[in-house]
């Protein structure tokens, strides 16, 4: 295999730590998500989010450089929300927070779902990577200002294990 098609391996200088996001973590969270997307999430949802379903923040040393919001019900996952500080993506922290989520939710559901705008390569790319397979196409699902983008609806099955 050519040295330009090999996987990128990630050496995480600082080691990450993950734990449950709290209504103070949200004025960050929210700050990140605004650079992140331009169809951002309104501080009052991660706060509802917050008493509502399960939500965790990744950090370095205090620092909240990601986040996650994800449902677990009736033995199916979900995941509402993920995204890294632009400072630190592409350097294998996106993946550390997935697969933490994954462990967690392995033993609590069957399936994981996500859904992805169809562009957003760099998030399908890592889905791929850790097991995801794309199961329907939602046609037209998003409005963006150049017109209707699809939709990826993509899972991983943990009936098998991981
Ligand atoms: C998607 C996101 C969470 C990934 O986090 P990240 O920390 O940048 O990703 P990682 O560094 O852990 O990369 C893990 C894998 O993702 C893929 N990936 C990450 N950045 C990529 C890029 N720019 N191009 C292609 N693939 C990329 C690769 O498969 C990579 O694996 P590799 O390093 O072994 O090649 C992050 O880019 C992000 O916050 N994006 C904006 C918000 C968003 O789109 N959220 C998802 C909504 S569904």
């Not at 040295?3 to 973590?25: F, G, N, T, W, Y």
């Not at 592409?90 to 550390?96: A, N, V």
Request: net charge negative; with cysteine; hydrophobic share 40%.
């Amino acid at each position: 295999m050519a040295s330009d098609q090999m996987p990128r391996r990630h050496k995480l200088s600082i080691i990450p730590s993950v734990r449950p996001m709290v209504a103070e973590d949200v004025l960050h969270v929210s700050a990140i998500e605004q650079q992140v997307t331009p169809h951002p999430w309104r501080e009052s949802q991660f706060l509802e989010s917050v008493s509502k379903h399960y939500c965790l923040v990744l950090t370095l040393e205090t620092k909240v450089i990601g986040y996650t919001i994800y449902t677990i019900v009736a033995g199916e996952a979900e995941i509402l929300n993920i995204a890294i500080h632009p400072d630190y993506q592409g350097k294998g922290y996106g993946r550390q927070l997935l697969d933490h989520l994954m462990a967690i939710v392995y033993d609590q559901a069957e399936r994981l779902y996500l859904e992805v705008r169809a562009s957003n390569a760099s998030a399908i790319h890592l889905y791929q990577e850790v097991g995801f397979v794309e199961i329907c196409l939602r046609r037209n699902y998003y409005p963006t200002p150049s017109g209707p983008e699809d939709a990826i609806v993509m899972a991983i099955d943990f009936q098998f294990g991981l």
